[in-house]
């Protein structure tokens, strides 16, 4: 079955703990990306991915780090999460930017 | 920078009662418009998209939207609502060249007996 999968689904953490979200896709798409949904902002894209080794800024990078080894592979990295970065995650991927996105189910991340 | 624009937070209508969200793009050559939905709880799944070609176009769960260049715009339809619709939907954005994907700030459907 095609799938975005995030882990965790949720996390609780605090102020300045080191934290990796993992997304794996098993669709060999070459284009990835993660987004944050805040109410009333709908999804703002953080960082994206057009091909291994490949990475870029999305709209609201700042405090997150991204890696892309492999091409199933993207995960979202907070190097010292901060309560603003509270909010809900997604990654998702597509053969290209300009195709079709498969979301991940979420991850909410609490930071206290 | 490109930007897109859902004006209605919140829509409420009645079950069977027909159904049209806006959504508002910058201008920009060629866009790549989609639309998607995300039940409560859920990721976000594609309902529709426009690349080139006819500018009315048919998606999932009897929706359609229809592109209009003259007026940037890419609303979405559908002529009966269900109660299982009620979701937020979001319409979505990139152009040739363009790298980012940008979404609109969702609209969400409440469907009433």
């Known amino acids: 079955e095609a799938q975005v999968t995030q882990n965790p689904r949720y996390l609780i953490t605090v102020t300045g703990k080191k934290l990796t979200v993992t997304c794996s896709q098993n669709?060999?798409?070459?284009?990835m990306s993660w987004y944050r949904q805040d109410p009333g902002l709908g999804l703002r894209q953080i960082y994206y991915?057009?091909?291994?080794?490949?990475?870029d800024k999305g709209d609201v990078p700042e405090g997150y780090k991204v890696s892309r080894k492999e091409k199933r592979n993207f995960p979202l990295i907070l190097e010292s999460p901060s309560p603003n970065q509270t909010s809900l995650y997604f990654c998702?991927?597509?053969?290209?930017?300009?195709?079709?996105?498969?979301f991940g189910q979420g991850t909410r991340l609490t930071v206290v | 920078a490109q930007s897109v624009t859902q004006p209605d937070i919140h829509i409420t209508v009645s079950e069977g009662a027909s159904l049209e969200l806006r959504c508002n793009y910058s201008y920009g050559a060629t866009p790549y418009l989609f639309w998607y939905v995300q039940s409560p709880g859920q990721g976000l799944q594609l309902l529709l998209k426009y690349f080139s070609g006819d500018t009315l176009v048919q998606g999932i769960k009897g929706f359609e939207a229809e592109f209009k260049r003259s007026q940037s715009s890419f609303n979405l339809r559908k002529p009966s609502v269900h109660w299982s619709d009620a979701a937020e939907y979001f319409c979505a954005r990139n152009s040739g060249g363009y790298q980012k994907v940008t979404f609109g700030t969702g609209t969400k459907l409440q469907v009433i007996p």
């Open positions: 991915s057009m091909n291994v080794e490949v990475t």
């Open positions: 998702a991927s597509s053969e290209t930017e300009n195709t079709e996105a498969f």
């Open positions: 669709m060999n798409h070459e284009y």
